[in-house]
């Protein structure tokens, strides 16, 4: 069975950082297309927003609103995501989910979210 757990939230003044954690158990980790997805207050499930993400291939892609202030890193031995988040501003206030998206052959990917960490940026 696989989980996803979040952890490192929390409330930080404008221009500070945090680092997010993202622990997945279930032996699936390596290999797999993983990342973090923000929904801001009063937004919809379906208006999530990608913050950043590891292709299949291992390749990263940030959203426009975080490139050159955030940084995903992985732990393969660890099964473990992280999310460095620098010079933060009140608009990155979210709660922060992280995610894996996992194979089951022949039916196709699952995607499988953890339960959400909230980051408050104060200003």
């Known amino acids: 069975q696989v989980q996803v757990v979040e952890s490192g939230g929390g409330l930080v003044q404008a221009g500070g950082s945090l680092r997010l954690s993202c622990a997945v158990s279930?032996?699936?980790?390596?290999?797999?297309?993983m990342g973090w997805y923000r929904q801001g207050p009063g937004k919809q499930r379906e208006q999530r927003e990608l913050?950043?993400?590891?292709?299949?291939?291992?390749?990263?892609t940030y959203g426009d609103a975080v490139k050159g202030r955030f940084t995903i890193t992985r732990d393969n031995a660890k099964s473990s995501l992280y999310l460095q988040m620098n010079s933060l501003k009140s608009e990155d206030t979210a709660v922060y989910y992280c995610?894996?998206?996992?194979?089951?052959?022949?039916?196709?990917?699952?995607?499988?979210w953890g339960q959400g960490t909230q980051v408050t940026v104060s200003s």
């Open positions: 995610y894996i998206d996992v194979p089951y052959p022949p039916v196709g990917r699952r995607r499988h």
């Open positions: 279930g032996d699936i980790f390596s290999g797999n297309r």
């Open positions: 913050v950043a993400m590891f292709t299949n291939e291992g390749q990263t």
